[in-house]
């Protein structure tokens, strides 16, 4: 049960971060480091960063965003 609330929050934390940094992307505010959405997504949370990237068109030409998240979701669920 304490796995599926990490995830869970993770998760949620990963795609507000993500939406965050859209959001501050179109107002030409201050960002979120790529090293922070990094981090979140390895931690647990490549399901809410793929979700983000998907619904806002978000980091997704860079290459290096696809390869952890997509490493992240795969070792997440190998662990799972």
Known sequence: MYAVFYYLLVNLICFA?????KVAARRHQSRIAEATLHLWTI???ALGA???R?????????AL?????????????LFI
């Open 54 to 62: 998907q619904i806002f068109r978000h980091k997704t030409q860079k």
């Open 43 to 45: 931690l647990g949370g």
């Open 65 to 77: 965003f696809t390869l952890i998240i997509w490493v992240s979701l795969i070792l997440h669920s």
């Open 17 to 21: 971060l993500f939406t965050w940094d």
């Open 50 to 52: 793929l979700c983000a």
